[in-house]
T-cell receptor, first 110, second 111 residues
Framework: DGGITQSPKYLFRKEGQNVTLSCEQN?????MYWYRQDPGQGLRLIYY???????QKGDIGEGYSVSREKKESFPLTVTSAQKNPTAFYLC?????????FGPGTRLTVL | AQSVTQLDSQVPVFEEAPVELRCNYS??????LFWYVQYPNQGLQLLLK??????LVKGINGFEAEFNKSQTSFHLRKPSVHISDTAEYFC?????????FGPGTRLSVLP
């Protein structure tokens, strides 16, 4: 069964700790994206990758890092430099001109 | 650069009534247009998309949207809503490599 998986669904961390969010897809899509969603706001682009071993910062990439070593995987690390990390994080991949989303990870920093 | 405006942040409507969620965009290039639905604590699910061809697009769950190039709009409509349509709806445009999303409209269907 093809799709995009994100884990964990809920994540709690102490302030000052780095944390890595997982995103995996078995759809054979080349492009993958990370977004952040805050209450009452749309989606804001953190990072995107069009191909393995290549990625670019989006509109709000500061305080985040990514890697793209495999086509299927695009993990996001929220570093301690990110001032307001508590948010809902969404991963997506693209087929043609259409974007498909994973179920999201809700990160809460205490 | 592209931008998306969703004119209504919240739309309350009674069950079985029609609804229209408004979306306007700006872009200097040709765009593709999308509507997504998001239920609480879930990802976004594609409702429908306009890539080319007929300006009236039909999607899942009985929704449809009409692309109007002269008014740069892509409004979402449903003739009769159900309680289960209560959710957040996002309009999005793609011009170039990236997607730009509107702030969302919360549709509340009342019994």
């Amino acid at each position: 069964d093809g799709g995009i998986t994100q884990s964990p669904k809920y994540l709690f961390r102490k302030e000052g700790q780095n944390v890595t969010l997982s995103c995996e897809q078995n759809l054979n899509h080349d492009a993958m994206y990370w977004y952040r969603q805050d209450p009452g706001q749309g989606l804001r682009l953190i990072y995107y990758s069009q191909i393995v071993n290549d990625f670019q910062k989006g509109d709000i990439g500061e305080g985040y890092s990514v890697s793209r070593e495999k086509k299927e995987s695009f993990p996001l690390t929220v570093t301690s430099a990110q001032k307001n990390p508590t948010a809902f994080y969404l991963c997506a991949s693209v087929r043609g001109d259409t974007q498909y989303f994973g179920p999201g990870t809700r990160l809460t920093v205490l | 650069a592209q931008s998306v405006t969703q004119l209504d942040s919240q739309v309350p409507v009674f069950e079985e009534a029609p609804v229209e969620l408004r979306c306007n965009y700006s872009s200097s290039v040709s765009v593709y247009l999308f509507w997504y639905v998001q239920y609480p604590n879930q990802g976004l699910q594609l409702l429908l998309k306009y890539l080319s061809g007929s300006t009236l697009v039909k999607g899942i769950n009985g929704f449809e949207a009409e692309f109007n190039k002269s008014q740069t709009s892509f409004h979402l409509r449903k003739p009769s809503v159900h309680i289960s349509d209560t959710a957040e709806y996002f309009c999005a445009v793609k011009g170039g490599q990236n997607f730009v999303f509107g702030p969302g409209t919360r549709l509340s269907v009342l019994p």
